[in-house]
């Protein structure tokens, strides 16, 4: 099946530094890939979805400008967290579309754990 | 609103025994159904996908059932494993542009021995 990388897989952070999550898709092209957050015993919340060479589109009550994203091709996607703060910390899980042939799915990446000290 | 109820919200069982886990939904218009599941501090791992026009899908041991009428789905997990505790999500695609997810709150299951 496809196969989505993230990395790093957890990363610490002093309040205030920026930091950036990898997001790629091994096997497959993504036009598409999207970006969740996953607080402690929560489901997965879509934060934005990023298309391939085009701006992403935010979910209602994400900020853009603190969450950036960039989609440069179709096999990686990043997002960076700028300024972070300890509410920040959370589970972030990036999926990318399965390429056109079958049933319309998403693949998971394994997720990234950041903790903003 | 399109949303996605899944019951119980947590559930213990013993190694062995079988479970049945419970979605219904309220996504319109519907593209698919997923289950996923998703160990604790990892993302989510695909179990079975289905269709509008597909009533029961297997993965080994795990059994998906789809009524489309009803809006009902359910996971079944039979001879369970102590590695098969893990939250369960059920997700509905939405069928429009970017094939937005609905996702459940899951089912926190925990199998001892």
């Known amino acids: 099946g496809a196969v989505v990388s993230q990395h790093p897989s957890w990363v610490i952070c002093k309040s205030g530094t920026s930091v950036k999550i990898e997001c790629r898709s091994l096997?497959?092209?993504?036009?598409?890939m999207f970006w969740y957050r996953q607080f402690p015993k929560q489901s997965l919340m879509l934060m934005a979805t990023?298309?391939?060479?085009?701006?992403?589109?935010?979910e209602q009550g994400v900020e853009k400008d603190k969450f950036l994203i960039n989609h440069a091709s179709l096999t990686l996607s990043t997002l960076t967290v700028t300024s972070a703060h300890p509410e920040d910390s959370s589970f972030y899980i990036c999926?990318?579309?399965?390429?056109?042939?079958?049933?319309?799915?998403?693949?998971f990446g394994p997720g990234t754990r950041l903790t903003v000290l | 609103k399109n949303q996605v109820e899944q019951s119980p919200q947590s559930l213990i069982i013993l190694e062995g025994k079988n479970c049945t886990l419970q979605?219904?939904?309220?996504?319109?218009?519907?593209?698919?159904l997923r289950w996923y599941k998703q160990d604790t501090g990892r993302g989510p791992v695909s179990l079975t996908i289905?269709?509008?026009?597909?009533n029961t899908k297997s993965n080994g041991r795990y059994t998906a059932t789809l009524d489309a009428d009803t809006k009902q789905s359910s996971l079944h997990i039979t001879a369970s494993q102590l590695s098969d505790s893990a939250s369960y999500i059920c997700?509905?695609?939405?069928?429009?542009?970017?094939?937005?997810?609905?996702f459940g709150k899951g089912t926190r299951l925990s199998v001892i021995a």
């Open positions: 999926s990318a579309r399965a390429p056109a042939g079958g049933p319309d799915t998403q693949y």
């Open positions: 096997d497959f092209q993504a036009t598409t």
């Open positions: 990023s298309n391939e060479g085009s701006k992403a589109t935010y």
């Open positions: 979605c219904n939904y309220t996504v319109s218009p519907f593209s698919n």
């Open positions: 289905m269709t509008f026009s597909e």
């Open positions: 997700v509905v695609s939405v069928l429009s542009g970017n094939t937005p997810l609905v």
